[in-house]
């Protein structure tokens, strides 16, 4: 499985939201400028991420986004599955997928890709933003008082 851009973006900019935690809403363009992405483009990630639970608008004038939960209550997994879909490296060992394959009793490779993705699985899930808050060296962010806050 490849992380889309999608994936990639969404993680970046759900990072600079745990990082800013506590602070109040983060403006698009803020996270934007952080991050060098697009800001059109994270305007339809954060739609996204909104309708999965994981951030809230905030209107007005001192509005953004904010995170809808403490950092260590989002795992880079539940970023990655509101955005690109379920995790797994090949579409007959999704969780929710059903068994249609003809060859599911008799594949050769199917254990491969369920321990696969497993091992994705384990991974995403028991990574959260404020894991990755933490393990940003510190001289990968600017000097800004929000880094490592989550």
């Known amino acids: 499985m490849r992380i889309s851009t999608k994936g990639g973006y969404g ?6 939201l745990a990082a800013a935690h506590g602070q109040g809403p983060i403006p698009l363009k803020v996270v ?4 060098s992405l697009s800001e059109n483009y994270l305007e ?4 996204t991420l909104r309708k999965a639970g994981l951030v809230r608008g905030v ?3 001192k509005g953004g986004y904010v995170l ?4 260590e209550a989002i795992s880079v997994g539940d970023v990655i599955r509101a955005l ?9 060992v999704e969780l929710d997928a059903d068994a249609g394959c003809d060859r599911h009793a008799s594949c050769p490779t199917r254990g491969l890709w369920e321990r696969l993705r497993d091992s994705m699985i ?3 899930d028991s990574t959260t933003l404020a894991d990755l808050c933490r393990e940003t060296p510190p ?7 929000a880094r490592g806050h989550c």
Not at 11 to 16: D, F, H, K, L, S
Not at 44 to 47: A, E, K, P, R
Not at 139 to 145: C, I, K, T, V
């Open 84 to 92: 690109e879909g379920p995790i797994a490296p090949v579409s007959c």
């Open 11 to 16: 993680i970046r900019a759900m990072y600079e």
């Open 32 to 35: 934007a400028e952080k991050q």
């Open 122 to 124: 384990e991974v995403l």
């Open 68 to 71: 809808a939960l403490p950092p």
């Open 59 to 61: 209107r007005g004038a």
């Open 44 to 47: 339809q990630l954060m739609g």
């Open 139 to 145: 001289d990968a962010a600017p000097e800004d008082s």
